[in-house]
């Protein structure tokens, strides 16, 4: 019995010192799956912490890339083009800090594994810009969208299970184009 608790005890040591580890973009214009264009040599995946710094441009043009957060500081860009996507899962704080440009004509899954968190999906200060083939999901987040900057959507956002959908702060724009979609489903409040 005494063995089994040790055991046990263990494993629940190693698993609460398992944390993401940041991984930086070195600078300049690339691919997400360029290895070498990364601070841990190695393409991102869902147990890191991306940071794309000032005046570099990264771009996810097919396959699915992975990250556990990721932050777009001003003045540097992340393109994900059709067919590429991006997928931030277990969230712990906000999933994606935008200060810079996003453009997406590809996929932007966000997703948590339980309802009951304090998660925010997307935290926009830059410009965020969803074009005609461009789908934003975000799943069993607790704040769906905080737009402090500007929200083009010309293509399809969908937030379920969630507090909040969408939030449009004062100062921020959002335009929603007329053949561009927003639907909330099982969501709580939208605040503008």
Excluded: Y
């Amino acid at each position: 019995m005494l063995r089994v608790l040790f055991c046990c005890l263990g494993a629940a040591i190693t698993l609460s010192f398992t944390h993401a580890q940041t991984n930086v973009w070195l600078g300049g214009t690339g691919q997400w799956t360029d290895a070498s264009g990364w601070s841990l040599n190695q393409v991102p995946n869902g147990n890191h912490d991306v940071e794309i710094p000032s005046g570099s441009s990264v771009t996810i043009s097919s396959g699915q890339a992975r990250a556990a957060t990721v932050r777009v500081v001003a003045l540097s860009t992340l393109n994900i083009q059709n067919p590429g996507s991006l997928f931030i899962g277990r969230p712990s704080a906000t999933a994606l800090i935008n200060s810079g440009n996003i453009n997406i004509s590809g996929r932007l899954d966000i997703r948590h594994s339980t309802t009951n968190n304090s998660a925010i999906g997307i935290r926009n200060t830059g410009i965020l810009s969803i074009l005609s083939s461009g789908r934003i999901f975000l799943s069993r987040i607790n704040d769906g969208i905080f737009n402090f900057g500007r929200l083009d959507n010309n293509g399809r956002i969908f937030c379920d299970h969630g507090e909040t959908g969408m939030t449009i702060f004062d100062g921020s724009q959002f335009i929603n184009r007329p053949s561009a979609l927003v639907r909330f489903r099982f969501i709580s409040q939208i605040g503008l």
